[in-house]
Antibody
Framework: QVLLVQSGTEVEKPGASVKVSCKASGYTFTSYSMHWVRQAPGQGLEWMGITKPNGADTRYAQKFQGRVTMTMDRSTNTVYMELSSLRSDDTAVYYC??????????WGQGSLVTVSP | QSALTQPASVSGSPGQSITISCTGTSSDVGGYNYVSWFQRHPGKAPKLMIYDVTNRPSGVSNRFSGSKSGNTASLTISGLQAEDEADYYCSSYTTSRTWVFGGGTNLTVL
């Protein structure tokens, strides 16, 4: 079955960077793109971007342009999302989610990132 | 890209039907049939309930149905059950080749 297993909780200081990983299994990794979505406390879901297996067509939400980098390691079936210049309002649960050409079908379990002085 | 507009909350009694709306623009909901709906229980990852406006993934109850008219998509849940109590989010593809979510709707089963 499709499984997306994400890295654990991170606590970072303002201005630092965080890198969240998402290891995929149960399907052909190179055939599907991966979204990143976050949910801040008390807020709704927020789309951050999508990366294709070939790495050639990565798109980011305008809000995160210049601060986020999404990459894939095809040798380990792992996707990474790095967010830099962290602020307190970046505190959120970050999800990776598989794209099935019509949108998201499977989600990872989420990774909590806390930004605190 | 602005978030799609959903009601903050809806409620219904067991056995009743409810509908959650999701309003966007001609650049997202109105322009494509790539509207999905997700159910999210507290502390759990979201679950896909509807894709391509009207399609149900395998294993999702046929009590869940989707539709669209113009720039507004809708999720209808019939025969409400206690287990349906959750947050529901819509999402849509956009002309910017990005995706956008709705603000979410909290469903309470009375």
């Amino acid at each position: 079955q499709v499984l997306l297993v994400q890295s654990g909780t991170e606590v970072e200081k303002p201005g630092a960077s965080v890198k969240v990983s998402c290891k995929a299994s149960g399907y052909t990794f190179t055939s599907y793109s991966m979204h990143w979505v976050r949910q801040a406390p008390g807020q709704g879901l927020e789309w951050m971007g999508i990366t294709k297996p070939n790495g050639a067509d990565t798109r980011y939400a305008q809000k995160f342009q210049g601060r986020v980098t999404m990459t894939m390691d095809r040798s380990t079936n792992t996707v990474y999302m790095e967010l830099s210049s962290l602020r307190s309002d970046d505190t959120a649960v970050y999800y990776c989610a598989r794209d099935n050409n019509y949108g998201i079908d499977y989600w990872g379990q989420g990774s909590l990132v806390t930004v605190s002085p | 890209q602005s978030a799609l507009t959903q009601p903050a909350s809806v409620s219904g009694s067991p056995g009743q039907s409810i509908t959650i709306s999701c309003t966007g623009t001609s650049s997202d909901v109105g322009g494509y049939n790539y509207v999905s709906w997700f159910q999210r229980h507290p502390g759990k990852a979201p679950k896909l309930m509807i894709y391509d406006v009207t399609n149900r993934p395998s294993g999702v109850s046929n009590r869940f149905s989707g539709s669209k008219s113009g720039n507004t998509a809708s999720l209808t849940i019939s025969g409400l059950q206690a287990e349906d109590e959750a947050d529901y989010y819509c999402s849509s593809y956009t002309t910017s080749r990005t995706w956008v979510f709705g603000g979410g709707t909290n469903l309470t089963v009375l």
